[in-house]
T-cell receptor
C-alpha cells in the first residue's frame, strides 16, 4: 500500500464549482498533515496545514479523519487560478520532519 | 516575504561529472532539506540537515550525494558522479523548526 494515496484526476470543473479531493495515508502514527499546491514545473507551495478539528482558509476547507486515515480538501467557488496539482503531504512520526508526498490530484478549472 | 532561493535554475551536465546545487534558506530557519522530483513523478525526500549535520536521509541519498552548509547562509547538494537517472528537479526547503516547510523554485538537472 502506498504511504500517501490520491486520486490523480484530472478534475475538470467550471468556474464557480465546488470540488473535493481526498487522500488516504498508511501510517496511523503520522503526526502532521498538509495540502500543497504545485503548478506545472514549479515548486510545491504550502496551501494549508490540516488539523484534527478541521480548518478553513477563505474558499478552502481541510478535514482530517485520523480513525479512517483520511484527509480531504474542499475548494468552493473555483477560480481559473485554482488550476494546479494539489499534493497531499504527511509528516510521519519518528522522522526528522521528512515529508511524504502523494502523487497529486490535478485540477483544471475552465471558464 | 522571505523565500528560499536556489541556483542555478537549470544545470546541464555530462554523465560522470560532479554538480553542486546551491540554496539559500530563509534566514531564521534551522532545518534544511533536499527533495527531488523526476518528471511526471511525485516529490521524494532526499535528506534533512540540522545543527550542521544530517539528521535523516533516504535510500536515494547514497555515497554519491553529500550536503554542506559552508557558511551561515548557503546550503549545498553535491552529486559526485552524475548518472542519467539523476535527471530531475531538485528542491531545497527550509523550516523554522515547526512542521511547515517552504520550498525554493528548484534546479532542473539534466544529465546527458
Amino acid at each position: 500500500r502506498k504511504e500517501v494515496e490520491q486520486d490523480p484526476g484530472p478534475f475538470n470543473v467550471p468556474e464557480g464549482a465546488t470540488v473535493a479531493f481526498n487522500c488516504t495515508y498508511s501510517n496511523s502514527a503520522s503526526q502532521s498533515f498538509f495540502w500543497y499546491r504545485q503548478d506545472c514545473r514549479k515548486e510545491p507551495k504550502l496551501l494549508m496545514s490540516v488539523y484534527s478539528s478541521g480548518n478553513e482558509d477563505g474558499r478552502f476547507t481541510a478535514q482530517l479523519n485520523r480513525a479512517s486515515q483520511y484527509i480531504s480538501l474542499l475548494i468552493r467557488d473555483s477560480k481559473l487560478s485554482d488550476s494546479a496539482t494539489y499534493l497531499c503531504v504527511v509528516l510521519p512520526s519518528g522522522g526528522y520532519n521528512k515529508l511524504i508526498f502523494g502523487a497529486g490530484t490535478r485540477l483544471a478549472v475552465h471558464p | 516575504e522571505p523565500e528560499v532561493t536556489q541556483t542555478p535554475s537549470h544545470q546541464v551536465t555530462q554523465m560522470g561529472q560532479e554538480v553542486i546545487l546551491r540554496c539559500v534558506p530563509i534566514s531564521n530557519h534551522l532545518y534544511f532539506y533536499w527533495y527531488r522530483q523526476i518528471l511526471g513523478q511525485k516529490v521524494e525526500f532526499l535528506v534533512s540537515f540540522y545543527n550542521n549535520e544530517i539528521s535523516e536521509k533516504s535510500e536515494i541519498f547514497d555515497d554519491q550525494f553529500s550536503v554542506e552548509r559552508p557558511d551561515g547562509s548557503n546550503f549545498t547538494l553535491k552529486i559526485r558522479s552524475t548518472k542519467l537517472e539523476d535527471s530531475a528537479m531538485y528542491f531545497c526547503a527550509s523550516s523554522e523548526g515547526g512542521h511547515e516547510q517552504f520550498f525554493g523554485p528548484g534546479t532542473r538537472l539534466t544529465v546527458l
